[in-house]
């Protein structure tokens, strides 16, 4: 049974941190891409960062790059966001994806995490 498994939200002011963890279970991440999307209230889902186990390749929306940094561990087959001076505007549900790819858009998405809330205030 795949599942993806994601903890670490919570309520912080703006200029603090946070680290998001994504466990998965059922199969393992080495070769697939983890992603992490949020979505704010009344907003579009977004894609915020994107790790391809398989080829090491990198991304990250251009709202929190130089702020977010995203990591895998394979051997616990986990992967992390960590999150620093976030800002009011971070604000939403953190959800965690797994897709048989090197991108982590959403037509290459297989599995859906549910969501973490994170709420920075100001």
């Known amino acids: 049974d795949v599942q993806l498994q994601a903890s670490g939200g919570g309520l912080v002011q703006a200029g603090g941190s946070l680290r998001l963890s994504c466990a998965a279970s059922?199969?393992?991440?080495?070769?697939?891409?983890i992603g992490w999307y949020r979505q704010a209230p009344g907003k579009e889902r977004e894609e915020v960062s994107c790790i391809s186990n398989s080829d090491g390749r990198i991304t990250y929306a251009d709202s929190v790059k130089g702020r977010f940094a995203i990591s895998s561990d394979n051997a616990k087959n986990t992967v992390y966001l960590q999150m620093n001076s976030l800002k009011p505007e971070d604000t939403g549900v953190y959800y965690c994806t797994a897709g048989y790819d090197v991108v982590c858009s959403m037509p290459y998405v297989d599995f859906w995490g549910k969501g973490t809330q994170v709420t920075v205030s100001s």
């Open positions: 059922g199969f393992t991440i080495d070769e697939y891409a």
